[in-house]
């Protein structure tokens, strides 16, 4: 058999490899249904659980089952995909550059179903869509007017870390996710910015520095401070502008819960760094109980937005939200 030159060898047994289940499927109208989607899926599992069992669980099936459904995909490509030993140990380079090609096969299998149904029935289904914890309040900007115009979609919406967001798009878990766009690497996506991201020190009414029209980062750094842990981006960015001012930042508190951050702010015994917009969507400002106060100095600004799979085409439904995203943003830009 002669290979095509400009063919990537994994694609070409990708392909060869369909093309030779499809054929079974024609000539057998009965043929097992375990086609070879659902054993590169099987990949995509092992790549989220490293672990055999986990893997085999998420999919609904025994460990034997996923195990052979692996074996039977390393004996296809004539190489092994997976390191094993007594547990799951990674997987080999052939098995990353497979595991690569399984996401784009299984992505674009989701998005042709997804389709033919939307075609059929209109748009429905569910959005999976994850945010970071200081975008979460402004998720509803997308998710109510979509709503309005798609009403059979129901979303679900996770909290994660902006690290934790690209690894869940990627391995085909999420179909978009709200993030920083400008302070650390997207990697392949398409983005769409929202809006910008300013900071202003959040205190009880009652508190120290309440009463100040604005403040310096080097004040900010000597009171006792609530943060995001420092998995967060936004940690990391504040904790950036607080030692670029030589003061050793007074962090006392750290939690991964918005809630409780500010629920220890209203105590007066605390103060926190918040976006500003975060704080006015809440309504956090509104109320007497606390202040926000501008931080003075070099503006610290970073870009939010939609990111989503960078693939064409998109599912009906990721394509829909990219459009409302992009929709809204004249809006919210400033």
């Known amino acids: 058999m002669v290979f095509p030159i400009k063919l990537?060898?994994?694609?070409?047994?990708?392909?060869?490899?369909?093309?030779?289940?499809?054929?079974?499927?024609?000539?057998?109208?009965?043929?097992?249904?375990?086609l070879v989607i659902d054993k590169l899926e099987f990949l995509l599992a092992l790549a989220r659980e490293k672990h055999f069992g986990h893997a085999a669980e998420?999919?609904?099936?025994?460990?034997?089952?996923?195990?052979?459904?692996?074996?039977?995909?390393e004996e296809t490509f004539g190489v092994l995909l997976v390191n094993r030993g007594s547990r799951f140990q990674g997987f080999t380079p052939e098995g990353d550059r497979v595991l690569d090609w399984a996401r784009r096969i299984v992505g674009d299998s989701r998005?042709?179903?997804?389709?033919?149904?939307?075609?059929?029935?209109?748009?429905?289904?569910?959005?999976?869509?994850a945010a970071i914890p200081t975008a979460l309040a402004m998720v509803e900007t997308l998710t109510t007017p979509f709503r309005a115009r798609h009403p059979a979609v129901q979303f679900t919406v996770l909290s994660r870390t902006s690290t934790e967001i690209l690894a869940l798009l990627e391995n085909l878990e999420i179909d978009a996710g709200l993030t920083y766009l400008d302070n650390e690497p997207l990697g392949r996506v398409t983005a769409v910015p929202l809006y910008m991201e300013r900071y202003r020190l959040l205190v009880a009414a009652d508190a120290p520095l309440s009463d100040r029209e604005s403040v310096s980062w080097a004040e900010v750094a000597q009171v006792p401070l609530c943060l995001l842990t420092p998995d967060m981006q936004n940690r990391r960015i504040i904790e950036r502008?607080?030692?670029d001012t030589g003061v050793e930042p007074n962090i006392t508190l750290e939690s991964d819960s918005m809630v409780l951050l500010y629920s220890h702010v209203?105590?007066?015994?605390?103060?926190?760094?918040?976006p500003a917009r975060l704080a006015t969507t809440l309504g956090l400002?509104?109320?007497?109980?606390?202040?926000?106060?501008?931080?003075?100095?070099?503006?610290?600004?970073?870009?939010?937005?939609?990111?989503?799979?960078?693939?064409?085409?998109?599912?009906?439904?990721?394509?829909?939200?990219?459009?409302?995203?992009?929709?809204?943003?004249?809006?919210?830009?400033?």
């Open 285 to 334: 400002t509104d109320s007497d109980k606390l202040c926000s106060v501008p931080i003075e100095g070099p503006e610290v600004t970073h870009s939010i937005g939609l990111v989503a799979p960078a693939r064409e085409p998109l599912t009906p439904l990721t394509a829909a939200l990219v459009t409302q995203a992009r929709r809204i943003a004249p809006s919210l830009l400033d």
């Open 266 to 274: 209203r105590t007066g015994r605390w103060a926190s760094v918040m």
């Open 58 to 73: 998420a999919c609904g099936v025994t460990q034997p089952t996923l195990s052979a459904g692996v074996k039977q995909l």
């Open 111 to 129: 998005a042709m179903r997804q389709e033919v149904h939307a075609l059929k029935h209109g748009l429905a289904g569910r959005l999976r869509l």
């Open 241 to 243: 502008m607080l030692r």
């Open 8 to 34: 990537d060898f994994f694609r070409y047994y990708c392909v060869l490899f369909l093309r030779f289940t499809l054929f079974l499927k024609s000539k057998h109208k009965y043929a097992d249904e375990v």
